[in-house]
């Protein structure tokens, strides 16, 4: 038996395979995706400045610093339509690095058919992630977001330099976390949505500083665990966020 | 004929599949967990990491690997030695990487699948986490976990170890540390003079016997059996090494009720773990009976228990010693299965010729 008969006699059965994988890889997924993709941007400023890292900045109280790192973890993104019901379209956790332009983009499923007016997420780890040992992808330890001594995730982080720091080699530092009862920091943040497609969201370092709480880098230059300092620090990054509306 | 070309088909996508990713045929094989008579259910979630053979050895192998450090030369097994049941042996703090000292005394470890908690402040909540802080801490091993899983990649053996143990290749922090806990668990010491008496296999003599009574009525509050201690946070009264500058649990809850308080350490195998107290600082059990016997400093957060010391006589001193060397389990510290693995040598000692470089 020859190459040449063996396909003529199964060449309409690897036709139907052929079509089968074609079918199976191409039109199935365009077929079930009805569903809008919307991509979430975050734009990392210092007041009407994009944030770079490495570069200069000055906070309220006239503290002029440089960032060299900001990031912070968020998840359990929602999405509310008119009726006001939050409909959950993301349960991972994103880590956010002003470093890294990759992880600044979140894609989504939008809602079908119908008009999103709000966005809601978390920011931080989820407390049971912060109990039961070791987490992989964007939670591995190696990514410098953990504390191996006090057990717990840093949710969020904010490290430079600054002139005014008392402290060795003039750092400020803030690492901003906690899990337990009394000291979650924790913080859900709602915005209003006024796009139809994808959503930017800008986070201001500068209100780590100046929100409900006033911060200097005089006075406290480094927060390294849970606690009072790091809830107050929280409560102001709950206020560092806002849509973009569609004509800015 | 077309079942042959079925089975051609369905080989060549095992093979395509297989140049991606190397997936074990062979499942693991499971490794059973017994809990000594009379023990309650250890705290350890076994079924978010299922012990097995494989990955035991591997959590061994990795216990003993002094590339776990950023010289090569401090594995976890330099400051944890299997005679003196997993402490150092006669170091008060342990030395860490370019000559530094740590600044606790490093506790034995067994039992630890029954322990909530870990260091002696009780900073860690879970043991997979635990070995996070030695290998990474610049006083120990002074290690990141970059380089660990670059080191560990470029391993043919590791990369074998770690398909058998959990299915493919992939090697992440998350791995590391399951099996380092699975080799951890396994350090049970339940087999001491004073167990088989207590499941009736053994009796005590006469000197073992009187200082077991005095045990119970003036160490066991605190040092609750069956694993001699009731894992509570307490200030035994000692003066801060101002040297040092260990506020202990404090340092963890911030709150100032807290201060100069560390986890009652059990008493099991503690004729082998040399020296005593957070800091190593009492050389012989000798010198501990002596603390306890003495008034403590009244006040602050000193517990109550030992305001007025233990009145303890030389007499009953005599006993307890008896009673607590019935605690030391040889058939832990001999276990072949707990020590370095065939093939595997221990990280040489460091010396200064090594720290200049």
Redesign the interface.
């Known amino acids: 038996m020859t190459i040449l008969s063996l396909y003529h006699?199964?060449s309409s059965?690897l036709l139907k395979q052929l079509a089968a994988i074609f079918f199976l890889t191409c039109v199935l997924p365009v077929l079930t995706v009805a569903q809008k993709k919307i991509a979430i941007l975050f734009v990392n400023k210092a007041g009407a400045e994009t944030l770079q890292p490495g570069n200069s900045y000055m906070n309220a109280w006239g503290e002029t610093f440089t960032v060299y790192k900001f990031k912070y973890y968020i998840h359990n993104i929602r999405f509310a339509d008119s009726v006001g019901q939050y409909v959950t379209v993301d349960k991972a956790h994103h880590l956010v690095d002003a470093a890294d332009a990759s992880s600044t983009v979140i894609q989504v499923n939008g809602l079908t058919g119908k008009r999103i007016t709000s966005i809601r997420f978390t920011l931080g780890v989820d407390s049971v992630l912060?109990?039961?040992?070791?987490?992989?992808g964007v939670l591995?330890?190696?990514k410098g977001m953990?504390w191996?001594?006090?057990?717990?995730y840093i949710y969020a982080k904010l490290e430079g330099k600054s002139n005014i720091s008392a402290m060795p080699g003039n750092i400020f530092s803030y690492d901003v976390g906690g899990y337990k009862t009394g000291e979650s920091a924790l913080r859900e943040i709602t915005l209003p949505v006024t796009t139809d497609g994808n959503i930017t969201i800008v986070a201001d370092i500068l209100k780590w500083f100046d929100s409900r709480n006033k911060i200097t880098i005089a006075t406290n230059a480094v927060c390294h665990?849970p606690?009072n300092l790091a809830m107050q620090l929280a409560d102001n990054y709950r206020n560092m966020f806002h849509t973009v509306p569609v004509n800015e | 004929?077309?079942k042959l070309?079925a089975i051609i088909s369905v080989c060549c996508i095992i093979c395509i599949g297989n140049s991606f990713v190397f997936v074990s045929s062979k499942k693991p094989t499971p490794l059973a967990f017994t809990i000594p008579k009379g023990w309650p259910q250890p705290v350890y979630?076994f079924k978010?990491?299922p012990l097995t053979k494989e990955g035991f050895e591997l959590g061994r192998r990795l216990f003993y690997d002094g590339r776990l450090s950023r010289d090569g030369n401090f594995s976890c097994a330099s400051c944890h030695q299997q005679f003196a049941a997993f402490s150092t042996f006669d170091h008060p703090l342990s030395h860490g990487i370019d000559n530094s000292f740590t600044t606790r005394n490093a506790p034995a470890l067994f039992n630890l699948a029954w322990q909530k908690e870990f260091?002696l402040d009780g900073?860690?909540?879970?043991?997979?986490?635990q070995p996070?802080?030695p290998i990474?801490?610049p006083n120990e091993m002074g290690e990141?976990?970059?380089n660990i899983?670059v080191k560990l990649r470029r391993d043919a053996l590791y990369r074998k170890q770690f398909v058998a143990a959990f299915g493919d290749t992939t090697i992440?922090?998350?791995r590391i540390?399951?099996a380092l806990?699975q080799f951890l668990v396994m350090l049970i010491s339940a087999d001491s003079k004073y167990d088989r008496v207590m499941n009736g296999k053994a009796s005590f003599n006469l000197p073992e016997g009187l200082g077991y009574d005095i045990f119970k009525q003036k160490c066991a509050s605190c040092h609750k059996e069956p694993f001699f201690t009731d894992y509570t946070y307490r200030n035994i009264g000692l003066n801060m090494d101002t040297t040092i500058r260990d506020y202990g649990r404090m340092?963890?809850t911030?709150n100032v009720e807290d201060s100069l308080k560390f986890r009652v350490p059990s008493l099991r195998n503690v004729m082998v773990t040399p020296p005593y107290g957070h800091d190593g600082r009492f050389y012989t059990l000798q010198n501990v009976f002596e603390h306890y016997r003495k008034k403590t400093p009244n006040g602050g957060t000193t517990d109550s228990l030992l305001r007025k010391g233990i009145p303890l006589s030389n007499f009953e001193i005599g006993q307890l010693t008896a009673f607590l060397s019935t605690l030391t389990d040889t058939t832990f510290l001999h276990n072949k299965r707990f020590a370095l693995p065939t093939g595997m040598t221990l990280a040489p000692a460091p010396d200064a010729e090594m720290h200049r470089k």
């Open positions: 006699r199964y059965h912060n109990t039961t040992g070791v987490q992989t591995d330890p190696l953990f191996t001594w006090n057990t717990g665990e606690g | 004929m077309r070309f979630d978010n990491n260091m900073g860690i909540n879970h043991l997979d986490v996070l802080s990474t801490a990141t976990l970059e899983l992440n922090t998350q540390m399951k806990s340092r963890i911030r």
